[in-house]
């Protein structure tokens, strides 16, 4: 089994904080990289973290920088997405997807560029 399971969405509060799990079974995490998608009703799936296999660089899309976190516990084969100061417009099936391709700064946003999806999670931020 190749795909990653992401679990951990919920209705959280305007304000608060969460946390997203995406987990793999059958294959090492660690030696894939991993990127963090949302997509809410009507628009276009964004890229939203990533973390590199090896080094664990980390980028972050503008809208979700010094909120958002991207961590590994390679124990447990999981990679978390740590979600703080949440807004509404943070409302979306949030997805994780993993990748052989050394997706790199200038390309970890392209969806293409991962091999295995998800089936998503719903996260609604509301007060």
């Known amino acids: 089994q190749v795909q990653p399971v992401e679990s951990g969405g919920n209705l959280v509060p305007v304000g608060g904080s969460h946390r997203l799990s995406c987990v793999a079974s059958?294959?090492?995490?660690?030696?894939?990289?991993v990127g963090w998608f949302r997509q809410a009703p009507g628009k276009e799936r964004e890229g939203v973290s990533f973390?590199?296999?090896?080094?664990?660089?980390?980028y972050y899309s503008d809208s979700v920088k010094g909120r958002f976190t991207v961590s590994r516990d390679n124990a447990k084969n999981t990679v978390y997405l740590q979600m703080n100061s949440l807004k509404p417009e943070d409302t979306a099936v949030y997805y994780c997807?993993?990748?052989?391709?050394?997706?790199?700064?200038?390309?970890?946003?392209?969806?293409?560029?991962?091999?295995?999806w998800g089936q998503g999670t719903q996260v609604t931020v509301a007060s």
């Open positions: 973390i590199s296999s090896g080094d664990g660089s980390t």
């Open positions: 059958g294959f090492t995490l660690d030696d894939y990289a």
């Open positions: 997807a993993t990748s052989l391709k050394k997706p790199t700064i200038h390309s970890w946003t392209y969806w293409y560029m991962y091999n295995y």
